[in-house]
């Protein structure tokens, strides 16, 4: 395993497996995090950049540490943390807008998708595999429909 340089080497690790595994569906699935969707000049939500669609934005939600002695080193030079991510699958559809149903039928196929290119998976500098983890629920607003499928993976930090 390689030296670990960033707390987010994680997620641009997500964003690197979801861009590979989702490549061949049509029409094109945008993989982004949240710089992506800031705007360039500025990061209050009136500015933001609109949601492209498809879309799976990979958000990091915080880690949290092992209270698990066994998994410290006891000099303290090393540790695992708990990673949370959201992998956000976001679809639109502006056939049935009151309804939803085709919003939350192509967000269902995309999610299946995201479930299957990522569960199990052993990212190149996780010390674990990829598991999914309870999280919100989805949120349809507008045409739009936001399906958050959680994941936690670990991350060993050595000095």
Known sequence: MATINSLTVLQ????D???ASLAALRPAVHILTPADLASDTDT????AKPQAVPAVNVVYLGHKFSPNQERQRSDGRATLIAQL??????TRSVRSLKAG???RSEGGELAMAVFKAAVGVALPSAASKI???PGPGPVYRGGMQYLPLVVTVDLLITK
Do not use: C, M, N, W
């Open 12 to 15: 641009d690790e997500l964003v």
């Open 17 to 19: 497996l979801l861009k």
């Open 131 to 133: 598991a999914f983890v």
């Open 101 to 103: 149903s085709a919003a």
């Open 85 to 90: 991510f959201a992998l956000e699958v976001v």
């Open 44 to 47: 209050t939500p009136a500015t």
